[in-house]
Structure formats: structure tokens, C-alpha cells
């Protein structure tokens, strides 16, 4: 173009005009002095505009890499990590197909069965021993090592679309701290669940210990006054028999309810799905507390309209004899206790009321927790794991479990059960 705008200069400005020719030796000077500008102006803008593209591309790859490094960041687990990465990177860099291979597993996780038959295995396992990234032009695949530092973890293999080595560099290096930040986050989750499990142990361990101890002393007592002393009479005899009676009976709750608990945590509970009336529960859970809530009237306000629930029906009575068993023993004698089913937001919403002591707000947060126990209440019997059972019943079935309390103005206990979460 610099060439032909010079000639066309020429042809129309300087004289003899309508020719080639240049008559005058001066114009030969400003021919060249407009010949060499055309060229140099326009091999700058040439450049400026190939930078301008460079730049471009650039900018699209920081974006590609921030959205790549936000999708690996959401992922924690390292088995949805490898399963994903491959898809993540076709999505995100436009290529063909996407391959992972890890070292320590020999294991190869593709973006798809077409990248599975494109990429060879082999080349994979070849890059990720020499350290050192290849190519292949005439097929477009690309081949990078998955290093942390210098120490290579894998191979990320490529087929087709056209990123630059730098880019397939950045992606790699990206991909091997997600893998080594997910199994970071394995290992840690490991000694925290191992560290939380021998902190239970002791807590099992000392609450068991101490609960059991009780009953098991006036078990033993009474045993041994009825072997050594024959003279007792048949009121003292049936005396220490109801003690040894009642201890026993104390001590195969608190060893179901250990069991029990274990199961729960477990997920070994297969809960039995119907459609019951709220009011069979109420009902069964009075009868079944009968001896806590001696000297307690029980109130039951619960609409005969109410709709009936999908529930597993012996386990909800089984919340609602501890709510009331609790309710009985921390609630002054003769006072009232309160049980109210109502329907709102497509849920039965069940509560039990008292006028007991209260629970400060500290406390709440943690009084359904394993083993917890109130700081004032530690005299009254329990194993604490009575409102644990009742909120991992509560969640297997879709509800929510919680308490609303004042201290010196009573607790109210208060679950919900969805009524369309199963049939």
C-alpha cells in the first residue's frame, strides 16, 4: 500500500503530471521521504495492532484462568475435583477434549469418551515421568506436567482449540493445587472427625461411667443386704427388690439410648413412613411418660381437624415422651405442662411448654448437643443424650428441632414435621 500510494503521488502531483516520469531531481527526495514514512507508519500500526490482539487474547486467558481457578476453589473433595476438572477446562479454554492423569494413582479421568480414544494414556504417563511439556502440532494435542514446585503429581492432556503454552502452563499448575489443596482439606477434615471422635470417646466414656455407677452401687447394695442379712422381713426384702427393679430398669434406658444414638449417628435407623394422626403420638407419649409427669396436669391443644403427617409414629412419640419425661422432671410439682399442634407454612408444628427454671441463651445453642446437660441441672438424673435423639429424629424426618426460653419463665420445645416430604 505504501508502494502504490507512492506511485499514485507521483502520478498525479509531481510533473511532468499524468505520468511516471519525475522531471525534477529535488522530487526524487520527497518521493523517498514519502515512500519511507508510509512504511514506517505503517509497520507501527501493524505492530499496534498485533499488540492490540496480544493483549486481547491475554486479557481473555486471565479471565478464562480466574473463572477456572473460581470453579476448582467451590470444589473440596477430591473425588468430584478429578471427575470434574476435565469437563471444567473443555467448558472454560474451548477445546476439544480434556484429560487429567495423577501419578501416585495411575489413574486417568477424562472430559468425555471422545477424549478417552483421542488422547493416548501412554503420552500422559511418558510427560509426567520427564517433567517437561510436549506437543504435537499436526494432531493439536498439548501435553503439560501438573507440578507443586518441582515435584510433578500428573499430566493435563489437551486436543484441539489453540492455547498458548503459557496459558496449558497456568492451567496445569492451577490444577495441581486444587488436587493438593483437596486432599489438604481430606486430611484435615480426617484429624478433626479423628480428634472430635476421641473427644466423644471420653465424653462416652465419663458420662456412661458416671450414670452408670449410680444404679449399679444401689443394684449391688441391695443384693448384698438381701444375701448377708437373713433376718429382714418381707417389707424390707420387697423394698430392695424394687430398688434392685428400678435401678436395672434405669440402666437398660441409658444402654438404648447409647444404642440408640450410635444408630442414629450411624444412618443404621430405617424410619417407617405413614400417614398418622399428630393426636396418636400425643396420646401414647402421655401414657409412656405417666411416672414423670406425676403431679403435672397435661394440657393438649391440637385441633381434631389437623391433617395427618407423614411420620415414622413410634419414633415422634418416642420425641415427645422425652420432651415431656424432660418437661416433668425439671418443671415445678403441680405446675402445667402445654403440648399444641398446629398447622403453619405446610408443616405440623408441635410444642411442649413448662414452667420449669429456664435455660439461659448461652446455653440453648448447645442444649441439644450429645451428653450436654444443663449447668444447674447436673443433680437431676440423664445421660444428656435425650435431646440429641430427639433432634436426629426431628432431622430424619425433614423437620427442624429448637427451643424458646427465659430464665425463671419455663422452656417451650417446639419441632416441625413437613407435611408433603414423603407419603
Do not use: C
Amino acid at each position: 500500500m505504501a508502494v502504490l500510494a507512492t506511485l499514485a503521488y507521483n502520478f498525479f502531483f509531481f510533473p511532468p503530471i499524468g505520468t511516471l516520469t519525475i522531471a525534477d531531481p529535488q522530487n526524487w527526495i520527497s518521493l523517498a521521504a514519502f515512500l519511507a514514512t508510509a512504511l514506517i507508519a505503517s509497520n507501527l500500526s501493524d505492530r499496534a495492532r498485533k499488540e492490540a490482539l496480544n493483549a486481547n487474547r491475554r486479557r481473555r486467558d486471565v479471565e478464562r484462568l480466574y473463572a477456572f481457578s473460581q470453579n476448582l476453589l467451590t470444589i473440596d473433595n477430591i473425588l468430584e475435583l478429578l471427575n470434574t476438572v476435565s469437563a471444567h477446562v473443555v467448558d472454560i479454554f474451548d477445546v476439544t477434549g480434556a484429560a487429567v492423569f495423577l501419578s501416585d494413582g495411575a489413574k486417568t479421568y477424562y472430559s468425555d469418551l471422545a477424549a478417552q480414544e483421542m488422547i493416548d494414556a501412554d503420552t500422559l504417563r511418558a510427560t509426567a515421568g520427564r517433567g517437561e511439556p510436549s506437543s504435537d502440532q499436526v494432531e493439536g494435542k498439548h501435553f503439560v506436567p501438573l507440578r507443586i514446585g518441582v515435584r510433578t503429581v500428573g499430566t493435563l492432556g489437551v486436543i484441539g482449540g489453540s492455547p498458548s503454552r503459557e496459558t496449558l502452563e497456568a492451567i496445569g499448575s492451577l490444577i495441581a493445587i486444587a488436587i493438593e489443596r483437596a486432599r489438604a482439606i481430606e486430611q484435615l477434615g480426617r484429624a478433626e472427625a479423628s480428634r472430635e471422635s476421641e473427644t466423644l470417646r471420653s465424653a462416652l466414656l465419663d458420662s456412661v461411667t458416671h450414670e452408670f455407677r449410680t444404679p449399679l452401687t444401689s443394684i449391688l447394695a441391695s443384693a448384698q443386704t438381701l444375701l448377708s442379712d437373713d433376718k429382714l422381713d418381707e417389707a424390707g426384702r420387697k423394698e430392695l427388690l424394687s430398688i434392685i427393679n428400678e435401678e436395672g430398669e434405669r440402666l437398660n434406658r441409658l444402654v438404648g439410648e447409647a444404642a440408640e444414638m450410635a444408630q442414629l449417628d450411624a444412618h443404621q435407623v430405617e424410619l417407617q413412613f405413614r400417614l398418622h394422626d399428630i393426636h396418636e403420638a400425643i396420646e401414647g407419649a402421655v401414657e409412656e411418660a405417666g411416672r414423670s409427669l406425676k403431679g403435672h396436669p397435661v394440657e393438649v391443644n391440637a385441633p381434631d381437624d389437623l391433617p395427618k403427617a407423614p411420620m415414622d409414629l413410634k419414633r415422634i412419640q418416642e420425641v415427645l415422651t422425652q420432651l415431656l419425661d424432660n418437661a416433668g422432671k425439671y418443671a415445678p410439682a403441680g405446675t402445667p405442662i402445654h403440648v399444641t399442634a398446629e398447622v403453619s407454612d405446610n408443616s405440623l408444628n408441635v410444642s411442649v411448654a413448662d414452667s420449669g427454671p429456664g435455660i439461659d441463651s448461652f446455653e440453648q445453642g448447645m442444649i441439644f448437643e450429645r451428653f450436654y446437660r444443663g449447668r444447674g441441672q447436673r443433680s437431676i438424673q440423664g445421660t444428656g443424650m435425650g435431646l440429641a435423639i430427639v433432634k436426629a429424629i426431628i432431622e430424619a424426618h425433614g423437620g427442624a428441632v429448637g427451643i424458646t426460653s427465659q430464665l425463671g419463665h419455663g422452656s417451650v420445645f417446639h419441632f416441625t414435621i413437613p407435611l408433603n416430604s414423603r407419603a
